[in-house]
């Protein structure tokens, strides 16, 4: 009887570091200081009983200078995206992406398989089509580096939850993305529709 997993908007990024605490700059002594926080806006202190050791209090905006003020108190995401996720970044954060992705993918499976009663043996092999409905021509990734990335944890989370037996040839044969741009922005979703691949006997009849 098919399948088709309609999700309740898209997940787009993954954080992949918490918020850092906020770290006290800390100077060896008041000769490494720069001059630009020797004015009547800062105020050195001593760093506790430590010799010589230098903070800086800002008397504006009422707060010590920050060894890390970019990442203090901010957490760190990054956007599912196929060549974002395969390219240049460590398979630690990569296996962050896609196990909040299966955690997602998963989530919206159980909530459109309450009444599913599962595949059929006659219905094998299966084409996938996925539609993304998504807000913003100009902010929006290649059809390519989009989908794959969501395909392929898609049917990896069915076989996960043992809905689909495989997801080689003998099961998946054959894999289709559109894409669809919508109003408003709380409109974008994807549709996962798996079905019994009409084409497959097109195919069996043509000579290589």
């Not at 850092?20 to 004015?39: A, G, M, P, T």
């Not at 898609?154 to 037996?165: A, K, Q």
């Not at 003998?170 to 974008?188: A, C, K, Q, V």
Request: with cysteine.
């Amino acid at each position: 009887m098919g399948l088709t997993i309609n999700t309740n908007g898209i997940l787009k990024e993954v954080c992949i570091s918490r918020s850092q605490k906020e770290k006290i700059k800390i100077f060896k002594n008041s000769r490494e200081v720069s001059q630009r926080y020797k004015n009547e806006n800062y105020r050195l202190m001593e760093n506790g009983n430590k010799t010589n050791e230098v903070i800086i209090y800002d008397k504006v905006n009422k707060k010590f200078i920050l060894e890390n003020p970019r990442t203090a108190g901010r957490e760190k995401y990054i956007p599912i995206n196929t060549q974002r996720i395969y390219q240049g970044i460590h398979f630690s954060i990569r296996k962050k992406v896609v196990d909040a992705l299966h955690k997602w993918l998963k989530e919206q499976i159980i909530n459109n398989t309450k009444h599913w009663s599962g595949f059929k043996h006659g219905e094998f092999p299966l084409e996938l089509i996925t539609i993304f409905y998504r807000y913003g021509k100009t902010k929006c990734a290649d059809i390519d580096n989009m989908s794959y990335i969501y395909q392929k944890c898609f049917l990896d989370t069915l076989r996960e939850m043992r809905y689909l037996p495989e997801d080689n040839p003998d099961y998946i044969i054959g894999i289709l993305s559109y894409i669809r741009f919508i109003e408003p922005y709380e409109n974008e979703k994807i549709i996962f529709s798996l079905n019994k691949c009409t084409f497959n006997d097109t195919i069996k009849s043509v000579k290589p």
